[in-house]
């Protein structure tokens, strides 16, 4: 029903920076949040960040606060995670999310693109 697609994962450097794009595509009308969430192998997914995507009222993570910043493009049905700073703790797959409301659990939320994956060296 609704498609999301990630890009912009690598590999970057302690303190260097990235940005995460999620396109989403398909019946896309009844999605009013989208968030990003990341998840390493043998860990639970966590939430990162996530934005109303009308009104644009933003949550994150106490782990990711002054470093990293979503934004979303209406116009191109694009989601962004710009990430600064990054440290090793960073290092996993970066899922983007949309569902009908806007939330910091996965339960929030409907679909769930392939993921990125984001490696951050110290």
């Known amino acids: 029903q609704v498609q999301l697609v990630e890009s912009g994962g690598g590999l970057v450097q302690a303190g260097g920076s990235l940005r995460l794009s999620c396109a989403a595509s398909?019946?896309?009308?009844?999605?009013?949040?989208m968030g990003w969430f990341r998840q390493d192998p043998g860990k639970e997914r966590e939430f990162v960040a996530a934005?109303?995507?009308?009104?644009?009222?933003?949550y994150y993570a106490d782990s990711v606060k002054g470093r990293f910043t979503i934004s979303r493009d209406n116009a191109k049905n694009t989601l962004y995670l710009q990430m600064n700073s990054l440290k090793p703790e960073d290092t996993a797959v970066y899922f983007c999310?949309?569902?009908?409301?806007?939330?910091?659990?996965?339960?929030?939320?409907?679909?769930w693109g392939q993921g990125t994956q984001v490696t951050v060296s110290s």
């Open positions: 934005i109303s995507w009308i009104g644009g009222a933003t």
């Open positions: 999310a949309a569902g009908p409301t806007v939330g910091v659990y996965s339960r929030a939320y409907d679909y």
């Open positions: 398909g019946r896309t009308f009844s999605v009013h949040g």
